[in-house]
């Protein structure tokens, strides 16, 4: 199957920085579209930013311009570099990946992982 694992996350102060990476492992053929999420306490899951399968960039409004998302497809990475961060941003960051993993005939899979906390925190 396909495993994804994030990791970076920790404490920083407002107006601080954080790499959140995300490497998934396990017979993928292809990740056609990835995606990162947080989830606050209290509040639902939101979409922060996703790499779409004609490689378009979308960032939440109130991400953009602080936040960047890119992938490095040789390593079946995904990034968020995190810029000028807010309390409001503290969450549980989760990475979504939607696969075509195993031997031909693929299949398709969406993995998310188990996420990584960000707190945003003077």
């Known amino acids: 199957q396909v495993q994804v694992v994030e990791s970076g996350g920790g404490l920083v102060q407002p107006g601080g920085s954080l790499r959140l990476s995300c490497v998934a492992s396990g017979s993928i053929h292809s990740i056609v579209g990835l995606g990162w999420y947080r989830q606050a306490p209290g509040k639902q899951r939101e979409l922060v930013a996703n790499?779409?399968?004609?490689?378009?960039?979308n960032y939440a409004d109130s991400v953009k311009g602080r936040f960047t998302i890119s992938r490095d497809n040789a390593k079946n990475t995904a990034f968020l570099e995190m810029n000028s961060l807010k309390p409001e941003d503290t969450a549980v960051y989760y990475c979504?990946?939607?696969?075509?993993?195993?031997?031909?005939?693929?299949?398709?899979?969406?993995?998310w992982g188990q996420g990584t906390l960000v707190t945003v925190s003077s």
């Open positions: 790499i779409t399968l004609d490689s378009s960039l």
């Open positions: 979504n990946i939607d696969v075509w993993y195993g031997s031909s005939p693929y299949r398709y899979l969406e993995v």
